[in-house]
């Protein structure tokens, strides 16, 4: 199947998945993951009124922002080493990964560098898998606390990974303990925290996702087919 109709059926699935837990489908942002995907298989998703893509890499953002331009919304959702935060600072709408205070104090220096605020979510390893970055959601409250403070980055919401698996129910828990979070960490009334975005769900889990409250699903092989590495 092609890229468009990849498309077609998975704005499907979530409109779907948003009417079964009677949910507003326009609320869901669908994340275009192009991760090893080269910039003209991309031009068919964008050509297709794909608005946003995310990358997890650094180097990968800088090449495809030169070809693909800026009208594109980038995201950065994998690990983002502090060294390499001036690179890409000016250039993505969001990023989903930040997992520690000296991260955070990296993007909140280059974004005053710029004179811009730099919209982030909080990484949560919800399934506390050793492989996984995120802090836990144990510690989540008291992280967010100690960057709530950070004039030049703003706490939009959480991002999590959950855990490889064929059955798409077993992600469910997280996803829900996730929406929890949120909604618990907003109820402490923190300054200048007031989450709104919940970035969960994959090709493999996204429905699920949706049903417990994800407003940003990062979808790359449901779009653009399976990845080659090499
Ligand atoms: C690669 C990746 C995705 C997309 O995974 P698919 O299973 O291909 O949809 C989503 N989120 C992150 C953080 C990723 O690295």
């Known amino acids: 199947m092609g890229i468009k109709e990849n ?31 080269d910039a003209e298989t991309i031009k068919e998703a964008l050509a297709c009124d794909v608005s946003d893509l995310g990358e997890n890499r650094v180097q990968e953002i800088m090449e495809k922002y030169d070809v693909l331009g800026g009208n594109i919304r980038w995201h950065l959702i994998g690990h983002l080493q502090t060294n390499k935060v001036k690179y890409i600072i000016d250039k993505v709408c969001l990023i989903h990964s930040v997992e520690s205070k000296k991260l955070a104090e990296e993007i909140n220096k280059k ?11 909080v990484e949560v390893n919800m399934s506390h898998e050793a492989s996984k970055f995120g802090v836990s959601p144990e510690e989540a409250e008291s992280f967010i606390r100690d960057i709530s403070k950070l004039p030049n980055i703003r706490v939009k919401g959480l991002m999590t990974v959950a855990p490889f698996t064929d059955n798409p129910e077993d992600n469910r ?3 829900r303990k996730m929406k929890n979070l949120l909604v618990d960490i907003n109820a402490k009334n923190i300054d200048n925290i ?22 940003i699903v990062r979808v790359g092989t449901g779009i653009f087919g399976e990845r080659n590495y090499n």
């Open 7 to 37: 498309l077609e059926t998975v704005r499907k699935n979530i409109k779907a998945a948003a009417q079964r837990a009677g949910r507003n489908p326009e609320d869901i942002l669908l994340l275009a993951v192009s991760k090893t995907i």
């Open 111 to 121: 974004a005053a560098e710029k004179g811009i605020v730099c919209d982030i979510l």
């Open 173 to 175: 828990i997280y996803f």
């Open 194 to 215: 007031n989450m709104d975005i919940l970035s969960m769900g994959m090709t493999g889990d996204y429905e699920v996702a949706i049903e417990e409250g994800a407003t």
